[in-house]
């Protein structure tokens, strides 16, 4: 199948600062900037349905339930609202996408620090009922969808391979996502615990997994991160260049992503683990970083320039939804004051990682920790959440 149905993009026009009144226009089919959309999206689908992609999922959802019915150690069981034979998970997957399909999440193009959210709700017990868009939304990084037009209107030698990467990245972003959504289905509620099991280095922790980055693990081969490309005309407006990590540390293998294979991957020809280029000399995150900048990082440096609002306030938090970003610059310290806030009310309690992010960030304290590993979870431990079962929950997290 080759299309979604019943999607609806919309352009939030309010400034971060003012989040809380969102200013909503809603585009038409026929728009540049949602058929861009639709085009990612499309993509994000077709990676998740190729016969490895399903594969991938059937194996987490399964690990999602089983480690959920016998938890590590002595831990009491977590409800979920799969009660069907784990023989029927391939049937189930399928259904999921069924229902992806024929009634896609809202999609709003923000003004957000990372690629791409999802949001997820409380919707239900019964999986046959799931609707997506009762069930979640999504936010899209407006500036990455700008970006995306404003590279196709140049010149060949200057678009280089800039649209294609942010293609590359924005599919392989939704699909990340979209896995948090599974995790979703299988237990009705915007805060479905993850099993530690289902993770990847230090994206969980000891209690709590990350079924993005697990995912991304096992069928990619590690994590795709962008850094910028000084010689690249685009400056700021580029995508950058993308390589693949072997997990969340620092001095792990990172090599640069085949350019053959994106464009084999766009044209839907997927093969995974994710191809590096043999010509590129293999290096590290924390090489590349030394001599690099993270894009996320560039993109929110001239965000903030851009912006005359002098500092965010964070949206107000609904107690029956959950954020996860994909996601983090390297820095992020305007946000801190107003999740400490947040996690002060009791409102909610990071849950996994997406909270770890700002476990590990929201208070000035953890701030340097965050930026020593640039890791979500890092702090995460001392942090005392230990008991809250509500996997990529909590409320408002980022992650990377
Ligand atoms: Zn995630």
């Not at 089919?29 to 994000?44: K, W």
């Not at 997957?93 to 620090?113: M, W």
């Not at 009922?129 to 999504?138: K, L, M, R």
């Not at 995508?239 to 090599?255: F, T």
Request: hydrophobic fraction near 30%.
């Amino acid at each position: 199948m080759s299309s979604v149905q019943n999607l609806e993009v919309y352009n939030d026009k309010s400034k971060r600062s003012a989040r809380r009144e969102r200013d909503l226009e809603l585009l038409p089919t026929n728009s540049t900037r949602y058929r861009v959309v639709e085009s990612v999206i499309l993509l994000g689908l077709r990676i998740l349905e190729s016969p490895q992609g399903k594969n991938s999922l059937i194996r987490i959802a399964t690990e999602v339930v089983q480690q959920r019915d016998f938890p590590p150690g002595d831990r009491p069981p977590v409800p979920h609202i799969y009660n069907r034979p784990l023989a029927e998970m391939p049937r189930w997957v399928d259904f999921f996408f069924g229902r992806l399909r024929s009634n896609f999440p809202v999609v709003l193009l923000c003004d957000i620090a990372g690629e791409a959210s999802a949001t997820k709700k409380d919707w239900g017990t019964d999986m046959s009922q799931y609707d997506p868009q009762e069930a979640s939304h999504f936010e899209f990084n407006k500036t990455i969808i700008n970006n995306m037009i404003y590279v196709r209107h140049q010149p060949p030698n200057v678009t280089g391979d800039n649209y294609n990467c942010f293609k590359f990245q924005m599919a392989i972003t939704i699909a990340h996502e979209i896995v948090h959504l599974l995790t979703g289905f299988l237990t009705g509620t915007a805060r479905p615990y993850t099993p530690p099991g289902v993770s990847l280095g230090n994206y969980g922790n000891r209690n709590m997994g990350e079924s993005g980055r697990y995912w991304e693990s096992i069928l990619l081969g590690g994590v795709v991160e962008f850094f910028e490309d000084g010689n690249d005309p685009l400056q700021e407006r580029q995508a950058g260049r993308p390589y693949l990590i072997e997990d969340s540390r620092n001095n792990v293998p990172a090599q640069l992503v085949s350019t053959t294979y994106i464009n084999n991957f766009l044209n839907g020809h997927f093969s995974f683990p994710i191809l590096t280029s043999s010509r590129a000399a293999p290096t590290t995150r924390n090489e590349l970083r030394r001599i690099s900048r993270e894009m996320t990082d560039v993109r929110e440096r001239s965000g903030r320039r851009a912006r005359a609002a002098p500092a965010y306030e964070s949206p107000a938090p609904e107690a029956s939804s959950s954020v996860s970003y994909r996601r983090l610059p390297p820095t992020h310290h305007s946000y801190s004051g107003s999740y400490s806030t947040y996690y002060a009310q009791g409102n909610g309690e990071p849950s996994d990682s997406h909270a770890g992010a700002y476990g590990s960030n929201y208070g000035s304290s953890h701030n340097s920790g965050y930026e020593n590993s640039g890791y979500e979870d890092s702090g995460y431990g001392n942090s005392g959440y230990e008991n809250s079962y509500g996997d990529n929950s909590s409320g408002y997290g980022y992650h990377r």
